[in-house]
Structure formats: structure tokens, C-alpha cells
């Protein structure tokens, strides 16, 4: 046997594993069907623009250990989530804060923002679809103008037929804060995030567009053991029946200009325009290129075989995976990893930790 382990899968949990593994002096072979590595995390550089080429990734912890674990292979930037949303050409900030509610309503204390959205919300104790769960949150201006048609879209489906549990809170704050996210770390990688993942994976045998499972046997026996961060349901060929997901389609253009939006994403929140957010790279990385990047970011249905981004944990989701994870149990020598090993949401600061987690366990 040639290696200690095999890495099936080069993004953020299969990288972290095997660069532990081989600083622990372990023989690594990480391959990937994809003809890249970084998983979706992975940055293409297009104009001098780093392309966040599977959707927008902003790195965001309160971990100290995994924000001093990132800075060991780059320097993040200060930016900071501060997204718009375009209703019909009306500018708001996002989250809900006191900048959104200044904007609809022409007030400017938290006591007259608090007295709207009281007497916006209704008496519904138990919502009996989404839009009712979202009204009950937020209020109907809100609901309207910047939760409804983002959510139509996102799930393909009307606000009243969708269940109430998707939504279980909406965050409104009463502050003029328009940071996304109230992590204590946050950042984008000056270097792009490919540029982590080459640092990652060095002394680490790299094999790009190699899909595993179509090569198996041959794979299997060169090393000890297997760390797997693929779909789960397809490494057991769907044998219980496919796991469902909600895919993105994205559409990226070079534009002649040197600023398109003015912010690295735009959200979209009405009904009629076809896409959920525009993306415009280069703002992520207060970039000055004569040129800039978009990309259009359309929410798509999911067949088996289309590109898996979103998990669907709902109920009979969950019970699929759990009887999947059990499989995997039983299999000796490998060990499913990673948000489609495990069949959940994972934001990269957990992803990372899971993947250290594991090396701490297995090293
Ligand atoms: P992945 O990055 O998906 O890597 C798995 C790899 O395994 C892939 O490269 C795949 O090609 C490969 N693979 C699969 N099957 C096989 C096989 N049979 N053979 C060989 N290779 C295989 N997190 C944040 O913290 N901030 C964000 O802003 C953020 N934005 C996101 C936006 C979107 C649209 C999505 C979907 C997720 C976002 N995330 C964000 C989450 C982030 O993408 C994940 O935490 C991270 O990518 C998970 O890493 P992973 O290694 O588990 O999986």
C-alpha cells in the first residue's frame, strides 16, 4: 500500500485532513472529480478578479483557534457582509435594521420602527405556511418587499405553500448596523481561497478528475484508510433512494467597467426578476481593476447528477441520512466527512473544525 490514507474530495474538510495527516508524517493521496481543487470554495482569477466561482464565500468565525488556523495560509481582508437588496429599483440595507426601516417608513428612532412592525404582524400564534410565519416576524412591508419574492424564487414555490418552519426567525435589528454577520472574525482571503487550499495540499498527492467511486477498487487498495467527503447516497448508489438538495445555476460576465453595483452582492427580492442576487467579485477585495466581474445567481431545482448546494434537512431527509449513516457505519476503513459526507449546511469555520476534529481523533 502505497498511502495511509486516501482523500476523496479537495475542498475545505478533505484539505484540512489531509495537510494535518501529512504534518503528521502520513502518506496522503487527495483526489477529486472536479478538474480543481477547493471544493466550493474554490477562486478562479478572471480580470485580476477572484471569481467565487460556486457562489459567494465570506469567511466569518467566533473561533479563535480556526481564525488563527486560516491565517497560518493567508491574509484575510476586513471585509465585511454588508449585502442590498433591489425591490423594483428601491435600495435597502440588509439585515433588517433601523437603515431598512428609515428607507420604508421615512422614521428614524427604534421606538417607531418596534410600533410599525407591531402593528404589522397580526395575531397568528400558529402560522399555517411561511408567509404567515414570516408576517408574524417582520410585519407585511417587510414580508412584502424583501422576504417574499426572494423566497418564492429560492424554493421555486408561493410563500403560502411553503411550511412555516423554514423560516424560524428573521433577524431585525434596531440598530444602524449593516454587518451581515455578528461573528467576531470575518473576511475574504487577499489571495483568493484556491490559494489556501495549494498551500493545504502541499506534500499531498493530488489527483484532479478522478472521480472515485468510478474508480473504486483500483483506489481502495492503494491505501489504509479513506476519508470521503462526497455525497453519501451515491457512494451507496442510492440505495435507499437520493437525498434531495436545492441547486444554483450561475451566469458570469466580464463587463467593460469598472464599477457595475457599487457592492459585492445585491440581493434581488422581488418576484419578476429571475435571479435571487447579482455578485460582483472584485467589491470583496476593494479591487480597482479597469474591468469587473458578475455573476447572476439563479436558484434551480435538483435532479441526481446536477451540481448539490443546498441540503433539504427536513424530516424525511433526515431519516434518509440516518439510515445512510448507518451503512456507513458498517464500512470498514472509511470515514464520511464534510457537509456531503454528512448531509448538512456547514459554514467553512465548522467545516474546518469538523476536518481538525477528525485529524485529532485519528492522528
Ligand atoms: P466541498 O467544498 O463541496 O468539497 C467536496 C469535494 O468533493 C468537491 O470538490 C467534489 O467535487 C468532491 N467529490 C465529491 N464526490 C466525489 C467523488 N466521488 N470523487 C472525487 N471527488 C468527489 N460558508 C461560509 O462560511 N461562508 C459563506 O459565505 C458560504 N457561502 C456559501 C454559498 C453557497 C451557495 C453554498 C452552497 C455554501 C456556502 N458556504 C459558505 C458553505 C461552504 O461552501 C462549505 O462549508 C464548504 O464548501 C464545505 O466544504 P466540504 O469540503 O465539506 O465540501
Known amino acids: 500500500m502505497k498511502y495511509d490514507y486516501l482523500i476523496v474530495g479537495a475542498g475545505f474538510f478533505g484539505a ?6 501529512t504534518r503528521k508524517g502520513k502518506k496522503c493521496l487527495c483526489v477529486d472529480r472536479r478538474d480543481h481543487i477547493g471544493g466550493n470554495c474554490y477562486t478562479r482569477r478572471m480580470e485580476g478578479i477572484d471569481v467565487h466561482q460556486y457562489g459567494a464565500h465570506i469567511f466569518h468565525t467566533s473561533d479563535r483557534r480556526i481564525w488563527d488556523y486560516v491565517g497560518q495560509f493567508a491574509t484575510f481582508n476586513n471585509f465585511i457582509n454588508a449585502p442590498i437588496a433591489n425591490y423594483h429599483g428601491e435600495i435597502y440595507n440588509m439585515p433588517f435594521n433601523m437603515n431598512t426601516f428609515s428607507r420604508l417608513w421615512g422614521i428614524s428612532t427604534p ?12 395575531a397568528v400564534t400558529e402560522p399555517k405556511n411561511l408567509e ?20 418564492e424564487k429560492q424554493w421555486g414555490r408561493s410563500c403560502t405553500e411553503l411550511p412555516a418552519f423554514i423560516i424560524r426567525r428573521l433577524p431585525v435589528r434596531f440598530t444602524y448596523n449593516n454587518n451581515y454577520f455578528t461573528d467576531r472574525y470575518q473576511g475574504i482571503p487577499q489571495e483568493g481561497y484556491t490559494a489556501i487550499f495549494e498551500k493545504l ?14 474508480h ?8 489504509e484508510e479513506v476519508i470521503y ?17 436545492r441547486s444554483l445555476r450561475f451566469e458570469t460576465e466580464v463587463l467593460d467597467m469598472e464599477n457595475y453595483q457599487g457592492n459585492a452582492v445585491v440581493n434581488y427580492t ?5 435571479y435571487t442576487r447579482i455578485i460582483e467579485h472584485k467589491h470583496f477585495n476593494f479591487g480597482t481593476q479597469p474591468k469587473t466581474v458578475v455573476t447572476r445567481e439563479y436558484p434551480a431545482d435538483w435532479k441526481p447528477g446536477d451540481e448539490p448546494y443546498y441540503t433539504v434537512n427536513d424530516e424525511k431527509n433526515n431519516a434518509l441520512y440516518r439510515q445512510y449513516a448507518a451503512l456507513a457505519e458498517k464500512e470498514a476503513g472509511i470515514t464520511f466527512g464534510g457537509r456531503l459526507g454528512e448531509y448538512q449546511y456547514y459554514d467553512i469555520d465548522k467545516v474546518i473544525a469538523s476536518a481538525l476534529g477528525l485529524a485529532e481523533k485519528k492522528l
Open 111 to 122: 421606538q417607531e420602527a418596534k410600533a410599525i412592525i407591531d402593528s404589522q404582524k397580526g
Open 270 to 274: 422581488d418576484r419578476e426578476t429571475p
Open 16 to 21: 484540512v485532513f489531509a495537510h494535518e495527516a
Open 216 to 223: 473504486r477498487e483500483e483506489l481502495r487498495a492503494m491505501a
Open 201 to 214: 495540499l502541499e506534500g499531498v498527492d493530488v489527483r484532479l478528475g478522478c472521480d472515485y467511486l468510478e
Open 132 to 151: 404567515e410565519q414570516a408576517i408574524s416576524l417582520v410585519g407585511r412591508d417587510i414580508y412584502e418587499k424583501l422576504v417574499k419574492g426572494y423566497t
Open 229 to 245: 467527503t462526497g455525497p453519501i447516497d451515491r457512494y451507496f448508489d442510492y440505495c435507499y433512494g437520493p437525498l434531495q438538495f
